[in-house]
């Protein structure tokens, strides 16, 4: 079970395969902030990055479910009260359905307060015969369609983390407030992709394990989960709590070799395996859960019925359907209930606001009115009434 690979070090990422990392023209620049943001306070506590770890090896053992949702890719814009208050209110008010329907701890965490960063499956856009680099993520360029905008620009990432610390700050109010009235636990999480930002938040407990401190909660993507590079490299040495996002291609070899470079020691709480597969393809899990239970590993289940599943209109919008997500759900329940896993939990791209990104839902959210309601800067987000809505099917399905 344990993998022969070299020391792990902060910089050991450096060395191996990189993919969806932006190039930065003035190296001199980008070591300056980096040193900077080095030099400022951890976002999380190591103390609160290990209760995440010890609420997740619960839930991987059965008890209790993980609620994790926001937006695709954060903004500097909407770096605001309201909608970091909607985000906060709308998680809790879906928690609190799971809750009071399974009498188990539900585990929030917000996909919020450091999502700035973002893998493209295409390196340039192209609009109206012009052509510029993709947009990343905040952290990294501006989503304008602008010449100037796209250029990477390494000061970006001091501002996301003074907006991540403003928005914890403020999260962590809401949630003191709200726990007045028992609400339980509040983390946070976004894609561990920037890695010299993650790498300049990391911290060392008193007997040297290493802890990333710019989230509770980290993954690696679809695009990034390569077993040499430098995304399994950087978050196989670090002790939070981790997700791998995996798509309908992955083969149960390439999935326990993963297994066994993430959570060498099979601890619970660990590892979290967070299916994408899209609802034509979730008749797939079924195998690969039998094989990673036959196998013994500790594993947390997570479905996230958003990324399978992205569609586009004939206007060339990026969408999803309700009804395909709602299926692609049902289908991991399913899944689960046969083979006598545990469902623990779920992965959504949601907000606060009343927007019409994904197609379907209660109110029908149809092609037309996403020219009116489409805010995101990245994908496509479910509304409150959807969020809602799938979190009925989700407690209904679990037969709660
Ligand atoms: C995402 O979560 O926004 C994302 C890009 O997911 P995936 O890696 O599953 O495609
Ligand atoms: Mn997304």
Redesign the pocket.
Known sequence: MFSNRTPWSPSSWQSMSQRQLPHYQDDAALQQVLARIQSYPRLVAISEIRRLTSRMARVAHGRGFILQGGD??ESFSDFCPKIIRQHYHLLQQMAAMIGAASHQPVVRIGRIAGQYA??RSSAMECVAGQELPSYRGDMINGAEFQEQARQTDPLRMETAYFKAAGSLNYLRSLNSEANASRAGSYFTSH?ALLLPYEQSMLEQDAMGNWYCGSGHFL?I????RALDGAHVEFLRGVCNPIGV?L?PTVSREELIRLIDVLNPFNEAGRLTL?V?NGAAHIDRLPKLLEAIQLEGREVLWMC?P??GNGIQTADGIKTRDFASIQAELNGFLDAHRKIGTHPGGV?L?LTGLNVSECLGGPSKVSEADLATGYLSA??PRLNPEQAMALTATLVNQLGL
């Open positions: 695709c890719a973002k893998p894609e993954w993507g679809e695009r990034t996002k798509g967070i994408r996230d958003m990324h992965h791209e990245c994908d």
